[in-house]
Protein backbone atom coordinates (compact mmCIF):
# COMPACT_ATOMS: atom_id res chain seq x y z
CA UNK A 1 0.00 0.00 0.00
CA UNK A 2 1.67 3.10 -1.36
CA UNK A 3 1.32 6.03 1.10
CA UNK A 4 2.30 9.86 0.33
CA UNK A 5 2.54 12.73 2.67
CA UNK A 6 2.84 16.21 1.60
CA UNK A 7 4.23 18.83 3.79
CA UNK A 8 6.11 22.05 3.44
CA UNK A 9 3.31 24.73 2.38
CA UNK A 10 2.64 28.22 4.02
CA UNK A 11 2.16 31.90 3.75
CA UNK A 12 5.23 33.53 1.73
CA UNK A 13 5.43 36.79 0.11
CA UNK A 14 5.54 37.37 -3.89
CA UNK A 15 9.32 36.99 -4.77
CA UNK A 16 9.82 34.37 -1.86
CA UNK A 17 10.25 30.37 -1.88
CA UNK A 18 9.05 27.56 -0.52
CA UNK A 19 10.51 24.07 -0.74
CA UNK A 20 7.41 21.65 -0.96
CA UNK A 21 8.47 17.66 0.39
CA UNK A 22 6.77 14.16 -0.53
CA UNK A 23 7.65 11.41 1.75
CA UNK A 24 6.51 8.06 0.22
CA UNK A 25 6.33 4.78 2.00
CA UNK A 26 4.94 1.91 0.19
CA UNK A 27 7.53 2.39 -2.85
CA UNK A 28 10.60 3.36 -3.85
CA UNK A 29 11.22 6.31 -5.34
CA UNK A 30 13.66 5.32 -7.54
CA UNK A 31 10.99 3.01 -9.48
CA UNK A 32 7.91 5.11 -9.04
CA UNK A 33 6.92 8.03 -10.83
CA UNK A 34 5.66 11.33 -8.18
CA UNK A 35 4.24 14.42 -9.53
CA UNK A 36 2.69 17.65 -7.71
CA UNK A 37 -0.33 18.73 -8.90
CA UNK A 38 -2.36 22.12 -7.56
CA UNK A 39 -5.69 23.39 -7.28
CA UNK A 40 -6.39 27.28 -6.77
CA UNK A 41 -9.73 27.97 -5.51
CA UNK A 42 -12.60 27.78 -7.91
CA UNK A 43 -10.47 25.95 -10.57
CA UNK A 44 -9.53 22.64 -11.70
CA UNK A 45 -6.46 20.46 -10.68
CA UNK A 46 -3.47 20.46 -13.24
CA UNK A 47 -0.33 19.06 -12.84
CA UNK A 48 2.51 20.98 -12.17
CA UNK A 49 5.91 18.67 -11.90
CA UNK A 50 6.51 14.78 -12.37
CA UNK A 51 9.55 12.97 -11.90
CA UNK A 52 10.44 9.37 -12.61
CA UNK A 53 14.00 8.28 -11.78
CA UNK A 54 14.20 4.92 -13.66
CA UNK A 55 13.71 6.76 -16.84
CA UNK A 56 15.55 10.13 -16.05
CA UNK A 57 12.56 11.98 -16.64
CA UNK A 58 11.58 15.51 -15.60
CA UNK A 59 8.72 17.04 -16.33
CA UNK A 60 7.05 21.12 -15.33
CA UNK A 61 4.07 22.98 -16.77
CA UNK A 62 4.85 25.50 -18.64
CA UNK A 63 4.05 28.29 -15.88
CA UNK A 64 6.35 26.65 -13.55
CA UNK A 65 9.66 26.64 -15.92
CA UNK A 66 12.05 27.98 -14.70
CA UNK A 67 11.22 28.54 -11.31
CA UNK A 68 10.05 25.59 -10.05
CA UNK A 69 12.71 22.43 -9.46
CA UNK A 70 11.30 18.55 -8.56
CA UNK A 71 14.05 16.37 -7.23
CA UNK A 72 14.23 13.07 -4.94
CA UNK A 73 16.73 12.13 -2.21
CA UNK A 74 16.48 8.56 -2.79
CA UNK A 75 17.71 7.55 0.27
CA UNK A 76 15.09 9.40 2.11
CA UNK A 77 12.16 8.36 0.09
CA UNK A 78 10.97 11.97 -0.30
CA UNK A 79 10.25 14.28 -3.47
CA UNK A 80 11.17 18.32 -3.01
CA UNK A 81 9.28 20.44 -5.45
CA UNK A 82 11.53 23.56 -4.38
CA UNK A 83 9.86 27.23 -5.62
CA UNK A 84 11.58 29.70 -6.23
CA UNK A 85 9.96 33.43 -7.32
CA UNK A 86 7.01 32.62 -6.27
CA UNK A 87 3.73 34.53 -7.45
CA UNK A 88 -0.15 35.40 -6.03
CA UNK A 89 -1.34 32.83 -9.21
CA UNK A 90 0.68 30.22 -7.53
CA UNK A 91 -1.55 30.18 -4.32
CA UNK A 92 -3.37 26.53 -4.08
CA UNK A 93 -3.37 23.51 -2.39
CA UNK A 94 -0.33 21.21 -3.26
CA UNK A 95 -0.84 17.44 -3.74
CA UNK A 96 1.91 14.78 -4.74
CA UNK A 97 1.02 11.94 -6.24
CA UNK A 98 2.28 8.13 -7.41
CA UNK A 99 1.96 6.03 -10.89
CA UNK A 100 4.10 3.77 -12.71
CA UNK A 101 5.13 6.57 -14.84
CA UNK A 102 4.42 10.35 -15.21
CA UNK A 103 1.83 9.60 -18.55
CA UNK A 104 -0.31 6.69 -16.12
CA UNK A 105 -3.37 7.44 -14.07
CA UNK A 106 -1.72 8.21 -10.68
CA UNK A 107 -3.51 5.84 -8.32
CA UNK A 108 -2.11 7.36 -5.06
CA UNK A 109 -2.30 10.62 -3.53
CA UNK A 110 -1.22 12.28 -0.52
CA UNK A 111 -3.02 14.81 1.48
CA UNK A 112 -2.73 18.45 0.47
CA UNK A 113 -0.19 21.69 1.75
CA UNK A 114 -1.75 24.96 1.37
CA UNK A 115 0.78 27.29 -0.40
CA UNK A 116 -0.47 31.17 -0.36
CA UNK A 117 1.74 33.86 -2.18
CA UNK A 118 0.84 37.51 -0.61
CA UNK A 119 1.87 40.53 -2.56
Known amino acids: DVQLQASGGGLVQAGGSLRLSCLVS????????IGWFRQAPGKKREGVSCISNYNNLKWSTDSVKGRFTISSDNAKNIVYLQMNSLKIEDTAVYYCAGAASCTHDFDSWGQGTLVTVSS
Open 26 to 33: GASVEDYA
